[in-house]
């Protein structure tokens, strides 16, 4: 096969809903992230990810460094970010096919939701891991089509499955509510049996289940070859059945921040909120609409199989409350997708609702575009945050840089110390709504670390990090009790052989 051949065999098997598809989604992504992709705005993580392997086996992620290597391990916003599109709109692709969605209206609103949505915004704030992320992503939403379609997709559906989760953990779970979400709709909407889905949902679980044993004997087997611990972060390597959380606990605390992502917002009332309660009125009725449409043909036991698909979703999306003590980000929170989509498939299936389908067609359409642009707002408002926040970093990393300069001791220093925090420079959430984290409204700069690596990164100063018992020891002298509060004179001085900054008191 030659490459003119190989390249017209992808265009015989392109369709058109593919092609809407991707063009929607770079469309609606180059106006929400654009701005992200086409500037250098750091966050306190990505400061020390200008060039960074991604090897973190210790979290889990075992297969991360294989995602971002594609983009090589350099913090490449443009090239990253067209990666991030394209997984994205394979993403899109997957979900679409296993919906069902097929209408141009449908999938253009459909690529829109996915790809303004907060959880991608929030990730891109994090741009140097989002390509790894996305293909994650993708992974897991390919792993459940290929193993809806026939018993030959459950093994790549079981590889897709292993290197998603070795990759991000969060996309199972995206996984395992678009697998409900589609049991819900084929019940309600499309009227299959359970023998219909007995077989499907079958392969998926097997897909499922190999897949996650698979990824657990892969990490298990690299932390012993790279001789590395599985790291605490997020309570992982205490997850045992003796400190599993209380359900009861874990019910009410993923309860709380389904509806707490929706419906909260610090400013009151706001467009997002006011769009999430007609959606949610919305898909309430409908729901309603369907099951009293189908009461006779279907049955109370099908009908309460889907409303109890549905019923679950909060609780998958929010599982890992139920083993460990998790804290849940925005960026972990790509599922909540799902619960826009049912608009589309409300939009989808509307003719099937006679005398009300012009009006819901109408309303679903409005509130979809209405809320891809409030999605779009969204992000321009974050990453001129992140602008702004950038600029006010580098202003103060230049003034501590011609400070340290002027000492006559300074190329003698070779450790930095920080002493206390500049105002407001440990928030690092910010709700918008919904709460993003990583969009940091004041400085770049929270901890010692950051210093460093913004006088190497913008100054190329290079400094070490003062130890904590140096730290200690320079705190205790009579020199650092004569330093003055930054900004004023003499809030920079040398010594030992450490440079010390003193923005508060310690």
Known sequence: MTPVDLF???????????????????????????????????????????????????????????????SSFWDLPWVIGLLSLLYLALSTICITEILQIKSTPSLILASGLIVTFPAVTNTFTFLFTADGYFLAMFLAM??????????????PAALCICFS?????????????????????SILIDQKT???????????????????????????????IENVSLSNYQGMSNISLHTL????????????????????????????????????MTLACAVLLFCFRSLKRIGVGRIALSLLCL??????????????????????????????????????????????SVFVQWLCTLLSALMIYNFILLSNIVYTGMHNSYERSMAVINRIADRMEQLPDFPQADKLAVI??????????????PDLSGTVPNYVMRIQPNYVDMLRNYNNIILEEAPDDKIDRILKTEQYHAMNIWPAAGSVAIIDDTVVVKFSEP
């Open 8 to 70: 017209q065999k992808i265009k015989t098997h392109c369709r058109k809903e593919y092609k809407i598809v991707l063009i929607s989604t770079f469309l609606f992504g180059l106006a929400a992230h654009a701005y992200k992709f086409l500037n250098i705005l750091p966050n306190y993580d990505s400061l020390e990810s200008l060039y960074y392997s991604q090897n973190t086996i210790h979290l889990g992620r075992c297969f991360l460094v294989l995602g971002c290597g594609i």
């Open 142 to 155: 390919l792993a459940i089509l290929l193993s809806l379609r026939s018993r030959k997709g459950i093994l």
């Open 165 to 185: 989760f070795g990759m991000y953990q969060s996309y199972v779970l995206m996984a395992i509510a678009l697998t409900l979400l589609y049991t819900a709709k």
């Open 194 to 224: 359970i023998k219909d889905l007995w077989k499907p949902l079958a392969q998926v679980f097997t897909a499922g289940l190999s897949g996650t044993v698979l990824y657990f004997i892969s990490y298990q087997l690299l932390l012993k």
């Open 245 to 280: 959380p209380n359900p009861l606990d874990a019910a009410y605390n993923s309860l709380h921040d389904f509806l707490f992502f929706f419906f909260y917002s610090e400013k009151g009332l706001s467009l997002y909120t006011i769009l999430n309660a007609v959606m949610f």
């Open 311 to 356: 019923a679950l979703m909060p609780f998958i999306i929010y599982f890992y409350y139920f083993i460990s003590d998790v804290n849940y980000h925005t960026i972990m929170l790509e599922s909540m997708v799902l619960i826009f989509l049912m608009l589309i498939l409300l939009l989808e299936n509307a003719p099937q609702l006679p005398k009300l």
């Open 420 to 433: 206390g925090d500049l105002p407001d420079s440990r928030e690092t959430i910010h709700n918008y709504p």
